[in-house]
């Protein structure tokens, strides 16, 4: 294929399910113009309390799909995925490139709360695997890291139980877990993509001089950064489309979703595929 064909292609973003449509809505802001096509792994979600064989077999299998597409560009939007399996992806993307969430999440704790006592929220594999700690003390050998797996949250936030008294009393059980030298720390970080949608009730329970950090944003940014680099940007200044996959339930994709990716979608935006 040509250089200019090259440019032309997809950006394929990939999520256990709906989560991932934050980090959707970051590369949607940062880059208007590229074609997206994200897949919302719904029939297996959560991937947060599965085996990192699974996990990896999941991740592989999807990857697989957005390859069949043509993708310029593979973003695995899931913290999970990226916890576990980022490596193998590269292997099966290769020469093409793919981005994780877990680096750019850890590199912007690191840049608002150096030399910080770092707090990270996340599933269950995320944190077994240690994946935040080893990406935020690779950049920062200062940096103090607890981890907290918040398996709840994840449900809190697809039923939209997003703020109030229920949110920040489960918010507090988690907290009481830890030790209290963990309870006052310089960045509290969303290591989960459904974590973004509780922000609110993580200000609330935080003290303000806590920096709240999701990895959302700055995975738009590092993703822009590198098709740049390999001179893979659209040209095109028109906007770019969105074709949005999932593997089951596209009703509840579209409601659930619509909150995550912040506008109204119905069941005719989704296409219901098999890996
Ligand atoms: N997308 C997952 C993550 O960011 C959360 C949901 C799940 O456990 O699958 O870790």
Known sequence: MNAAAAKELPIGVFDSGVGGLTVLKALREAMPHEDLIYLGDTA?????????????????????????????LLVVACNTASAVALETLRSQMDPLPVIGVVEPGAAAAVAARPAGRHLVLATEATVCLGAYRNALVSRDSRAAVTELACELLVSLAEEGWNDGSIAESIVLRYLSELPDSAREPDSVILGCTHFPLLKGTFEAVFDDTVAIVDSASTTAVAANELLDELS???????????????TDGATRFARVGGQFLGEELTWRDIEVVDL
């Open 232 to 246: 893979l940007g659209r040209e095109a200044t028109g906007g770019g489309n969105l074709t949005l996959l999932a």
């Open 44 to 72: 297996r979600l959560p991937y947060g309390t599965k085996s990192p064989a699974s996990i990896s077999r999941y991740a592989g299998q999807a990857t697989a799909l957005l390859q069949q597409r043509n993708i310029k």
